[in-house]
Structures are given as C-alpha cells and as structure tokens.
C-alpha cells in the first residue's frame, strides 16, 4: 500500500530554495509583493464595500416616490454572427416638482426573443396592470433612486468578507517581510 505524501514539510527549511540574490541570500521577494499588490486591491474593494454598506444603510430612510414605466428597449450590440441584447427598462418620477428618470438594466441574453421575455417579466413585476409602483431616491441627489431600499445585512456580509481577504492580504505581506529579515540574518551567521 502506497502512502500519501505528507501535506507538511516538518525538516528544516532549505533556505536556498527560493532563488538567491547574486550573493546567494534568498529575497522572498515575491511572497512580500504579492501580499503588498493583494493588500492595495483588497483595500481598494473594501473602501467600495464600505461605501455601498453605507448608501444601504442610508437608503434604509430615504423618502418613496410614485414612478411609472416611461419607455423600454433592447440595444443589439457585438458582433453581428452573434450579437447580445442587452434590455432596460426605463421609469420616471418625481421629487418636489421635478421629473427625473431612472433605468433598470436586465441581464444581457445572446437571444432577442429572451431578452424581450426579460423585460415582460420585469415591467410585470414593477408594474402589475400598469400601476404607479415606488421608488426610493436619495433625498441629496434626487436623480438617484433605487427600486428597492438596500438590504444591509447582505452588504455587511460582503463587508466582512472583503475586511477578510484584506487582512489575509496583510498578513501575506507580513510573512514576506518576516522571511527575507530572518534569510538576511541567517545567512550572515
């Protein structure tokens, strides 16, 4: 019977394996810029995470207004072997007075046929037998509504799991930094 290779090297670390510096002292370079490009783009993801957790919590308040479906349409874009559809609905409303009108862009089908049924189902349930339905807008910027208020249990969901990976990324760094110091001072012994 064949045993498995173990999952841990538990000998001493070969601290040649990594490639060495033309003095022969390994860098572990790459685990240190790995970690530091993961950390920039987590941290980036995360300031947008946080921002949209924000506009959730936010919109939790914000004021409804009456809107009704102005238009609808399927823009036929790519290739045209294989063109894409790609449907919106577009629905508009008033704040103090003032007109504005936002758009709800379905998923994009390869298939015209599909695309029109997309936007059948969604003016549907917006709309049932064409009723005003509402819309949530943003007292600060009218022109931005939304069809339903944010769910803030989802955002700080994703909140939390990017916090995560930012911190893992973090981390990453700090072992690189770790393991180049401790090679450097190995090496000089």
Do not use: C
Not at 106 to 115: D, I, S, Y
Not at 116 to 133: L, Q, Y
Not at 146 to 153: E, S
């Amino acid at each position: 019977m064949r045993l498995a290779a173990p999952m841990f090297n538990l000998r001493k670390p070969d601290w040649n394996a990594d490639a060495p510096a033309s003095d022969g002292v390994p860098r572990y370079g790459h685990i240190f810029g790995s970690g530091a490009v993961l950390s920039v783009v987590f941290g980036v993801v995360v300031l947008y995470a946080y921002n949209a957790h924000q506009e959730n919590i936010a919109s939790q308040g914000w004021p409804a207004a009456k809107a009704n479906i102005v238009n609808t349409r399927i823009d036929a874009h790519g290739d045209s072997s294989a063109p894409a559809y790609s449907p919106s609905i577009w629905y508009g409303y008033t704040v103090n007075g003032q007109r504005y009108v936002g758009s709800l862009r379905l998923a994009e089908t390869a298939n015209e046929n599909a695309a029109k049924r997309e936007i059948s189902e969604a003016t549907e349930d917006m709309s049932p037998d064409g009723a005003e339905f509402d819309v949530y807008y943003n007292p600060k910027h009218p022109d931005g509504a939304m069809l339903h208020r944010g769910d803030v249990t989802a955002s700080l969901g994703m909140l939390v799991i990017w916090i995560a990976f930012f911190i893992g990324s973090v981390i990453l760094t700090v072992i690189g930094v770790s393991m180049a110091a401790r090679s450097r001072e190995f090496q000089s012994r």
